[in-house]
């Protein structure tokens, strides 16, 4: 099971998503995180610096 977050703006932006998942998402959750392939989902035409740039970062989690 993936939890998909999707982040927007520019990818340097990413590492301030993905501690708002794991901070405060995740701990209020009923699930957590294992290891796994952690997966990133581009669109087709994905511009890094964008401010209306999307993509997906899929985390492997399950049930506690």
Avoid: C, Q
């Amino acid at each position: 099971t993936y939890a998909v977050v999707t982040h927007k703006g520019p990818i340097r932006g990413l590492p301030d998503t993905l501690e708002w998942f794991i901070l405060n998402w995740l701990p209020s959750s009923n699930y957590r995180g294992v290891d796994g392939f952690e997966l990133e989902v581009y669109p087709a035409h994905y511009h890094s610096e964008s401010p209306r740039a999307e993509m997906e970062y899929w985390l492997p989690i399950e049930l506690r």
